[in-house]
């Protein structure tokens, strides 16, 4: 692979010397670390004996190693660069993403990345970035991030809008007081404030067939001067439509949240033959007339006969409740309890502030649900205590892994909503690792045996200890 970036960088016409120096380096330095193995299968191929074939695989298995370490090496040298390579400032870049710019270009045809910048490296950065950037007033991520006060109004109108919109949202809490979305770069920077504002915005970018607003805009035939007096029937019904859906909206701020039953039974007029408030789909004036009556007290004491009191109500309540962004933000903000399991877990010992947990893939292979399972019980915990979360790849088998799982790994734990306070390798403490070891061995804690794997199976069923354990 290392030949054929060289390759590449050589044909390219975007390349610097620099860069093409750097690759050459790096491949001579990985033929070097290869010498051994080399020679060893030879010798294996030459002579075939069980003895040649076992020096040829423990070479092997060395010089991937040491390649391992020189890679780490490397990525930390580039990250130290990095930062002089004249980007902007708090311009980082978004998880699994790769570099911008030309030496980010691997795909569709240019030259890919020179060494010694894996593809993961960028990955660690941005997850890093991301991690420490989402309670500051940029955001250079591909999300939007929303900051509300716990104890004042929650966003549930935003919270609802980017789920029915399918947009990457991530809500964070913050001391002041209401709640502002900071935009990502991709969408021109800066903030919006007001949780109505924010919802408005974010459907607003959805599809019009999502009709979040309201009905989607109906085909129309050319405009003329005299439509606004006299428009053709499907768009006056249109506008009635997105108008009764912010009438919605403000009644729910205003009479539905302190409301008696005559408004109840307004509302349940307003349902007969509908599915919706207003148009074919969920929209915001739905999400907040749901919200509204959450905190009706009402609707709290009428809920034991509410099937018979207000049967068209009820039955749009179970509905949109069912629905997964609603049951989202019920339980987020609005006081709902998760059916089924629970995370209500004790841990015996713990201290607020100083719980640190840790998920530790192995980059071997792609997140499944168990290790998802695993992640988000540290987080919950990570959260629970305001401790943090560490996402620690086990890199220790350098044969089975590879960059792309650590980039997918990384790329699946923002996509489950967790955001890692640190990133690190189990290489990285390589040498503090053996120092362990080497202590051990010094205290008598702990021996090497240099057996066969045969002498030492063969020890274990006569229950025979180790000649090497007391030596």
């Excluded at 109108?157 to 029915?164: E, I, P, V, Y």
Aim: charged share 25%.
């Amino acid at each position: 692979r290392q030949a054929e970036t060289v390759r590449n960088l050589k044909q390219g016409l975007t390349a610097s010397k620099s860069e093409i120096d750097a690759a050459i380096a790096k491949l001579l330095e990985l033929k070097r670390l290869l010498e051994p193995l080399q020679k060893a299968q030879q010798a294996a191929a030459a002579g075939g004996s069980a003895e040649d074939v076992k020096k040829a695989n423990i070479a092997k298995q060395e010089a991937e190693k040491a390649a391992a370490r020189e890679r780490k090496k490397a990525e930390k040298a580039a990250k130290g660069a990095g930062g002089a390579e004249g980007k902007p400032d708090g311009a980082k870049q978004p998880e699994g993403a790769k570099p911008e710019g030309k030496k980010g270009e691997a795909e569709g045809g240019a030259p890919k990345p020179a060494a010694p910048a894996p593809k993961a490296a960028p990955a660690k950065e941005a997850s890093a970035a991301a991690a420490k950037g989402s309670g500051s007033g940029a955001n250079s991520n591909k999300e939007f991030v929303i900051k509300h006060n716990p104890s004042s109004q929650p966003p549930v109108l935003s919270f609802l809008a980017a789920k029915l919109a399918g947009l990457p949202a991530h809500f964070v809490t913050q001391t002041e007081l209401g709640v502002v979305c900071l935009l990502p770069l991709s969408h021109g920077g800066g903030s919006l404030s007001g949780d109505e504002t924010i919802a408005r915005y974010l459907a607003r970018l959805a599809h019009p067939a999502r009709g979040i607003l309201g009905p989607p805009t109906p085909s129309l035939p050319t405009a003329s001067v005299k439509d606004a007096l006299a428009p053709p029937a499907e768009h006056a019904a249109h506008a009635r439509a997105l108008a009764r859906v912010d009438a919605w909206i403000v009644q729910s701020a205003t009479e539905l949240s302190v409301a008696s039953a005559a408004v109840l039974d307004e509302l349940n007029s307003a349902l007969a033959m509908r599915t919706y408030l207003e148009g074919h789909d969920p929209s915001l004036a739905d999400g907040a007339v749901f919200a509204a009556l959450a905190g009706n007290n009402a609707w709290a004491s009428a809920k034991a006969t509410v099937a018979k009191s207000y049967p068209h109500l009820a039955r749009w309540h179970a509905h949109v409740s069912a629905l997964p962004p609603f049951a989202s933000m019920e339980l987020a903000f609005l006081g709902a309890k998760a059916k089924g399991g629970s995370f209500d877990i004790d841990l015996p010992g713990a201290e607020a502030g100083k719980v640190k947990l840790r998920f530790a893939p192995e980059p071997s292979g792609y997140m499944h649900i168990g290790h998802a399972k695993a992640a988000l019980l540290s987080y919950h915990f990570k959260t629970q205590f305001g401790g943090k979360f560490v996402l620690r790849f086990d890199d220790t088998n350098p044969s089975k892994e590879k960059e792309e799982y650590e980039t997918s790994i990384t790329a699946d734990v923002h996509a489950i909503g967790l955001r890692p306070d640190e990133i690190t390798h189990t290489s990285d403490y390589f040498e503090a690792l053996i120092a362990a070891q080497k202590g051990m061995i010094e205290r008598g804690d702990a021996f090497v045996d240099p057996q066969t794997a045969e002498e030492q199976q063969k020890g274990r069923y006569e229950r025979k200890p180790s000649p090497f354990r007391d030596t």
